[in-house]
């Protein structure tokens, strides 16, 4: 099955677009200079690319997306810390789904 999460991830997303397991059944993208509507607009469609996959293959499965824009000099902790919340607030808005997160700034550190 993660296999074919990541399958939909790289499909919807760009070349130069990174796609890695975190742990366990998350995976982080990393977006390079890409404004949030747009990599929302990409996340969304891998979403809908996982809602898609024939109940043989996926077995209701469902994606829960938190997308935020970090700042070149942040500090990487605190971006997924604001994505791992934006996450958690997809999970409770429903399966597929993308939920972007506030600005995360260059001086903010992830407790």
């Not at 399958?7 to 982080?28: K, M, P, W």
């Not at 990409?42 to 898609?52: F, G, N, P, S």
């Not at 997809?90 to 992830?110: D, E, F, L, Y």
């Amino acid at each position: 099955m993660l296999r074919e999460v990541a399958g939909c991830l790289r499909t919807a997303l760009r070349a130069q677009d990174l796609v890695a397991r975190y742990g366990g059944d998350e995976f982080v993208v990393v977006m390079p200079a890409t404004p949030l509507p747009v990599a929302s607009a990409a996340l969304q469609r891998a979403a809908d690319a996982v809602a898609a996959l024939p109940a043989e293959v996926a077995a209701g499965v469902t994606v829960s997306i938190g997308v935020v824009r970090a700042p070149h000099d942040g500090e990487p902790s605190a971006a997924l810390a604001a994505a791992d919340a934006a996450m958690y607030r997809a999970k409770r808005a429903g399966g597929n789904t993308v939920v972007s997160g506030g600005p995360v700034s260059a001086h903010t550190h992830a407790r």
